[in-house]
Nanobody
Framework: QVQLVESGGGLVQAGESLRLACAAS????????MGWYRQAPGKQRELVAS???????NYADSVKGRCTISRDIAKRTVYLQMNSLKPEDTARYYC?????????WGQGTQVTVSS
């Protein structure tokens, strides 16, 4: 059974940085795609960034140039480096793992950016 545990969220001021981490257990980590999604109160969950099994990355337009997704296959961990954070980045951030057509989700980590 795949389990995902996120960490690294917190309360920061606008312009500061955070690095989120998602540790995966179970399953085959190297042959899956992973991503970070976020959901703000009253809004739909949206993709922030993803990384394919081949290492190809994809970003939402709203975070391009400010966020970087990366992974450490040996540590079975995917990261999201977020710089120049804005109040509109405030949301709960969820880690996603997609493999063999199945989606797995973590519990999420809260990111709050004050102006």
């Amino acid at each position: 059974q795949v389990q995902l545990v996120e960490s690294g969220g917190g309360l920061v001021q606008a312009g500061e940085s955070l690095r989120l981490a998602c540790a995966a257990s179970g399953g085959i980590f190297s042959s899956v795609s992973m991503g970070w999604y976020r959901q703000a109160p009253g809004k739909q969950r949206e993709l922030v960034a993803s990384i394919s099994s081949a290492g190809t990355t994809n970003y939402a337009d709203s975070v391009k140039g400010r966020c970087t997704i990366s992974r450490d296959i040996a540590k079975r961990t995917v990261y999201l480096q977020m710089n120049s954070l804005k109040p509109e980045d405030t949301a709960r951030y969820y880690c996603n793992l997609r493999g063999l057509g199945v989606d797995y989700w973590g519990q999420g980590t809260q990111v709050t950016v004050s102006s």
